[in-house]
């Protein structure tokens, strides 16, 4: 993906994520509705209240292709359980009760937040191309943050860890 590709391209995914956001608007949930008892342990309530879930059977996926972008193909053929677009995430309905699954994407969600989306597709796109979807970096952070999550211990400040990990990163 070269500079101009990605800059042809940007305008047209946005454009995608807020009409496929409005679409969905009505089905969101906020997060701090659903209640769960380990998430207002690491992030806050401010990011639980503005961040919203919508359940559905297949989450939707760009077209890359036809916005220029032709070397994602696995990407946007793959069966994705989760995805998070600005402050909203998809998550399949079967997963929906699986906290670990949403503190993944929120972890996306502070990602969204500290790199705008310019520089968040830009990053995840490129991370993509050079080194897979498990090893992009910000899915990297994503999945260690989810594992530590699962293990319980220690308790963090996850908007803390993100930073931290998006410095360390360069990003
Ligand atoms: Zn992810």
């Not at 999945?143 to 319980?152: N, W």
Request: glycine share 6%; hydrophobic share 40%.
């Amino acid at each position: 993906m070269t500079p101009q590709e990605f800059a042809a391209a940007y305008p047209k995914m946005l454009d995608w994520i807020h009409e496929t956001l409005a679409t969905y608007r009505r089905t969101a949930r906020s997060v701090a509705s659903m209640q769960f008892a380990r998430l207002p342990l690491y992030f806050s309530d401010v990011l639980l209240q503005g961040t919203y879930c919508v359940p559905i059977n297949r989450v939707p996926i760009p077209p890359l292709s036809s916005m220029g972008l032709e070397r994602f193909t696995a990407f946007v053929q793959g069966d994705s359980d989760g995805i998070t677009y600005l402050n909203t995430y998809f998550l399949k309905r079967r997963h929906v009760s699986n906290e670990a699954l949403h503190f993944h994407e929120l972890i996306h969600v502070i990602q969204w937040q500290s790199l705008g989306p310019e520089r968040f597709l830009k990053t995840y796109a490129e991370g993509l191309e050079r080194f897979g979807y498990e090893n992009s970096p910000l899915e990297k952070v994503a999945y260690e943050a989810e594992d530590l999550f699962k293990r319980g211990r220690p308790v963090f400040d996850a908007e803390r860890f993100v930073t931290a990990q998006l410095l360390r990163l360069g990003a």
